[in-house]
């Protein structure tokens, strides 16, 4: 009985300091704009935006983002080749760059996350907000779905500062011109 109470009493605890570490987070708004920069670059490093949003080269330790388009997306003209459709009966497939995924959604391109205007350079946090919460296409209501494997539905639970951060950090980044392609319907696919 002691023993149940007492690991009661240290969940308890160990809950409430949990929470209130949170709360002053969440509420820390003093924020420097090069601190919200340097937790933003954190943030998407950690995330992994580069994984899919940034062109890779090939390195003795193995593919790495490419530094001169770092965040410019699925480069324009960089159409994926012919795909085995027999192999999506059982499988998603990544281009070579692992910035073009094909599946039953049919081809999508990571999108262009520069601070370009052909990236996010027009974008308000309130568009990158709703991207990132609701899956809106550019973060505006009324347009398709984010397509796989963009995967929004996660960072929905990140915190407003967070996403904030997020945002001013990718809006500093270099700008890279790049008209991503549009994305390749399950219909035009399996024709």
């Not at 708004?29 to 950690?46: D, M, P």
């Not at 052909?118 to 974008?123: E, K, Q, V």
């Amino acid at each position: 009985m002691k023993l149940l109470i007492s690991t009661m009493l240290l969940l308890i605890g160990l809950t409430s300091c949990t929470s209130q570490s949170e709360k002053k987070e969440l509420n820390d708004e003093s924020l420097t704009e090069l601190e919200l920069i340097e937790r933003g670059r954190y943030l998407v490093s950690s995330i992994g935006c580069d994984d899919c949003h940034s062109p890779k080269m090939m390195t003795d330790q193995g593919l790495i983002p490419d530094p001169a388009t770092r965040f410019a997306g699925h480069i324009e003209g960089d159409l994926t080749a012919k795909v085995n459709n027999d192999a999506l009966a059982d499988w998603a497939l990544f281009n070579l760059s692992f910035t073009a995924a094909v599946g039953p959604w049919g081809i999508s391109y990571a999108g262009n996350i520069s601070s370009d205007d052909s990236g996010i350079g027009t974008w308000t946090e309130e568009q990158f907000v709703m991207a990132m919460r609701e899956g809106q296409f550019k973060g505006l209501a009324g347009t398709r779905k984010l397509l796989p494997p963009m995967p929004w539905q996660n960072y929905a639970n990140l915190s407003d500062e967070d996403l904030k951060a997020m945002y001013t950090y990718l809006k500093s980044t270099k700008p890279i011109r790049n008209v991503v392609p549009p994305p390749v319907s399950p219909e035009e696919l399996f024709k």
